[in-house]
């Protein structure tokens, strides 16, 4: 069995070799000499490798993209050389771009199941870290995209996990006007629908801030002259300033319709007040009918029976019974 520090030293012999790299050789010999004293025992073995790599590259300073790269290398060269399989799952992101790192975890804590241990076993960054670009999201020295903070206020932490009220769904499109066009076309005709419309418009009006002077002025050009388009409703969005990052309860309030939507989303039961023909009238427990949602209203089942809500007549929807009184 080959000893860690002769693997350490015919790579670090093949390092300084290398004249070209672009990561100079007192790099490497810092990075080497910091897993060496992570590396458990004397024996180059795949678990002790897998560990000594993770806490390596956890406990360095600089750029952790360096040490993983170096750390890479050896982990081939030892595979190579010495015939050591060990199976390491590397960052999928830069995890030294603290962006790349908060964009990883929104995406990751979407999960309901994942737990911070789990994210610090897949990031190799500090629990201090973790901890720092949480405060971030919620908003202590926020991350500044596209001239607006990322806030993500809404965040509670129960039993080692993070839950969102609504997950986060970075997405940073870089589009040509032609695609500018066919969203906010496709977003407006989305806004004529009861259930999404306060959605559609948020989404607009974000696109919308993001683009040029030019890219609106050629926009409406194109959309009055060519198409042949009423442009009041895309002139209206430059009227609303969109936060990067708000909530469903934030876009769609306290409404009947955001209320509907967002139990009809998550297939959760929900407790009516409505105006009957009789007079005010309530349903328990109900559960929105798939394929059922019209322009005017959406059929749920209460008390195994069928029933018709439509929108106008909808007094109020809660989940809790009591918050109907």
């Known amino acids: 069995m080959a000893e860690i520090r002769e ?17 100079t050789f007192n790099t490497v010999k810092g ?24 806490e390596t590259v ?5 750029s952790k993209a360096t040490a993983i790269a170096i750390l890479k290398e050896f982990h081939g060269h030892a595979e190579m050389k010495y015939g050591i399989k060990a199976v390491i799952s590397y960052p999928k992101v830069d995890i030294s771009d603290s962006f790349e790192r908060m964009m ?45 903070q990322l806030l993500v206020n809404d965040v509670e932490r129960r039993d080692g996990k993070v839950l969102f009220s609504s997950t986060v769904h970075p997405m940073f499109l870089t589009l ?28 607009a009006s974000a696109i919308w801030s993001q683009l040029s002077d030019y890219g609106r002025n050629r926009l409406l050009k194109v959309l009055e002259e060519l198409l042949g388009e009423d442009t009041r409703w895309y002139e209206s969005l430059g009227s609303v ?22 139990c009809m989303k998550n ?39 069928e ?5 106008d007549k909808i007094i109020k929807v809660s989940n809790l019974l009591e918050d109907l009184l």
């Open 176 to 203: 040509n006007l032609s695609q500018a066009l066919t969203t906010l076309k496709g977003l407006k005709k989305m806004s004529g629908e009861p259930l999404y419309s306060e959605y559609a418009k948020v989404t």
């Open 267 to 305: 297939k959760k039961p929900f407790n009516v007040e409505y105006q009957s023909e009789e007079g005010p009238a309530w349903l328990k427990g109900c559960r929105v009918l798939p394929r059922s949602f019209t322009g005017e209203g959406i059929s749920v089942i209460s008390n195994g029976k």
């Open 7 to 23: 693997a350490c030293e015919s790579f670090m012999d093949i390092r300084k070799a290398d004249k070209y790299s672009s990561i």
């Open 104 to 148: 990883y975890i929104v995406k990751f804590l979407q999960d309901s199941e994942k737990t911070m241990t789990d994210l610090y076993d897949e990031l190799w960054v500090s629990a201090r870290t973790l901890e720092e670009d949480l405060a971030k999201l919620r908003g202590k020295d926020p991350l500044q995209v596209l001239g607006r």
């Open 58 to 62: 956890r406990s360095y300073s600089s």
């Open 31 to 54: 990075i080497m000499k910091r897993f060496l004293g992570k590396y458990p025992g004397t024996d180059l073995s795949p678990n002790a490798l897998s560990y000594a790599i993770v």
């Open 241 to 262: 300033e969109p936060k990067l990052f708000s909530t469903e309860s934030e876009i769609g309030g306290m409404s009947t319709k955001s209320a509907i939507l967002d």
């Open 307 to 311: 029933h018709v809500l439509i929108y």
